[in-house]
C-alpha cells in the first residue's frame, strides 16, 4: 500500500481544513510513494518511538501531536525535533500526525472520550460555523434521482444521523444549443424546453471538490446548470468538545472512581461539587477555553486537562472540574487510529507504540 493512499484516508476522515491556524497537522516528512506494510501508532514522536519503529520495521509512524509546531531554520540534531527528524528521514521513516483536525471531528478524540465514559447522546459541545456550503443545481426529472445518489455517496446532504437530503422544486428550463453543441437533448439553434428538477443539498466545504466531481459526472448535461453559496449555519458534525449522558446519576465520589476506572488513571486533579452528576463535557488536551460552553451547556461535569491554578475558581461550584493531565486525556487516541486503518487497510499491520511519551511525571 502507498503512503499516499493512507494519507488519503486519514485526510478524509480528518479533513486538514479542520486544524487550528496554529497547528501542522498533515504528513511532516516521508515519500508519497513509498510502500507501507507496517504502520506504528503512538500519541507523540519521538526519538524513542523512531527507534521503536526501526526495531518492528514499520515504515510510517501516526501520531496525534505534531512533531514540527514552530518553523525549522537548521537539521543538526541540536535538539529533540531535529534529532527524531535525522533519525526518521536516515531510517525512511516516514511521520504523519492528525491533531486538532482530530479534535474537531464527530468520531475523533473527544468522541471516543466520551464512549470510554460510557456517555450516551453524545453531541459537539461547541460546533463550528462557517464550514458548510449550499449545491444548488438543474437536471431533468428522470435523472434527478442518480445524481441525488452519487451526490449523497461523495458527502452531499449529509444532516446529522440523515443522508442523502435534499430539497427539490420542479420546473421548466430552456436552453438552445450552438453549432457546437453536442446536448443530451435538443437540436443546434433549436430552443428546448425541459421540465427540470431545481435540487439543493448541504456540503462540508472541505469536500467541494470531489462533489463537483460527482455532480459532472453523474450529470447527463454537458454543460452544469448550478450554483454553491457560503452558509453560516453551524456544523453540527464539526468542532471542539463534546457532551453527554451517563446511564444514571452519580455522586461526586462515585463519577471520579467511574473516571479513574474507565481511563485507567492514576491522578485526578478536581474542584468540589455537591449536587449529582448526569451530563458530562470533555476535551481531550487543553480544554478550558470550553469551560463557559461546558457551563451553559448545564454539564455537571468537565473532564479535560492543563487548568491553571485560578482557572478552576472559575467553577464557581456550578460544575466539577476534572483535570485529568494531558497525555491521559489524549491516551486513547490511537485507538482511533487503530479502528480506522484496521477497516480500511485489513492487509497492513498495525501496531500500538510501547513507549509512554508522557514527560509529565507523578511522585507519590
Known amino acids: 500500500m502507498k503512503l499516499s493512499e493512507i494519507v488519503q484516508v486519514l485526510e478524509a476522515f480528518a479533513p486538514l481544513s479542520l486544524q487550528e491556524t496554529y497547528d501542522n497537522a498533515g504528513l511532516c516528512c516521508g515519500d508519497l510513494v513509498t510502500e507501507i506494510s507496517k ?42 525535533v531535529e534529532k527524531t527528524l535525522l533519525k526518521a528521514i536516515k531510517n525512511n521513516i516516514a511521520l504523519y500526525t492528525s491533531h486538532t483536525n482530530l479534535d474537531n471531528i464527530m468520531g475523533g478524540v473527544n468522541i471516543k472520550i466520551a464512549e470510554k465514559l460510557g456517555l450516551k447522546n453524545i453531541l459537539i459541545l461547541q ?39 435534499s430539497f427539490q422544486v420542479t420546473g421548466k428550463g430552456s436552453f438552445t444549443p450552438n453549432e457546437f453543441a453536442n446536448p443530451f437533448l435538443g437540436q443546434a439553434f ?42 453560516t449555519n453551524v ?4 468542532g471542539s468538545g463534546a457532551i453527554g449522558d451517563l446511564d444514571k446519576e452519580l455522586t461526586s465520589d462515585e463519577f471520579l472512581l467511574h473516571l479513574k476506572s474507565s481511563l485507567n488513571l492514576d491522578t485526578i486533579r478536581h474542584t468540589i461539587f455537591k449536587g449529582k452528576i448526569n451530563k458530562v463535557a470533555v476535551c481531550g488536551g487543553s480544554g478550558s477555553f470550553l469551560l463557559k460552553k461546558a457551563l451553559s451547556s448545564k454539564a455537571d461535569a468537565f473532564v479535560s486537562a492543563d487548568f491553571k491554578y485560578h482557572e478552576f475558581f472559575d467553577a464557581e461550584n456550578k460544575i466539577m472540574i476534572a483535570d485529568i493531565g494531558h497525555y491521559e486525556s489524549e491516551f486513547y487516541t490511537k485507538d482511533v487510529f487503530f479502528e ?25
Do not use: W
Not at 200 to 228: D, G, T
Open 340 to 364: 480506522l486503518l484496521t477497516k480500511k487497510f485489513p492487509n497492513i499491520a498495525i501496531l500500538f507504540s510501547t513507549v509512554n511519551t508522557n514527560p509529565v511525571k507523578y511522585y507519590c
Open 39 to 80: 504502520i506504528l501508532v503512538s500519541l507523540d514522536i519521538t526519538e524513542e518511538v523512531v527507534n521503536e519503529a526501526i526495531e518492528t520495521n514499520c515504515q510510517l509512524i501516526i501520531a496525534h501531536h505534531p512533531v514540527i509546531f514552530k518553523p525549522l531554520k537548521k537539521i543538526t540534531g541540536s535538539n529533540y
Open 190 to 231: 433549436k430552443k428546448e424546453v425541459v421540465e427540470e428538477n431545481r435540487v439543493e443539498m448541504i456540503f462540508p466545504s472541505y469536500l467541494e471538490s470531489q462533489i463537483m466531481n460527482a455532480l459532472i459526472n453523474s450529470h447527463p448535461y454537458e454543460e452544469v446548470a448550478h450554483y454553491i453559496t457560503n452558509l
Open 127 to 165: 460546533p463550528l460555523n462557517n464550514n458548510l456550503k449550499n449545491l444548488t443545481f438543474f437536471v431533468p426529472v428522470e435523472n434527478t434521482e442518480d445524481v441525488i445518489k452519487a451526490l449523497g455517496e461523495a458527502g452531499a446532504g449529509q444532516i446529522g444521523n440523515y443522508k442523502n437530503c
Open 235 to 238: 456544523n453540527l458534525e464539526t
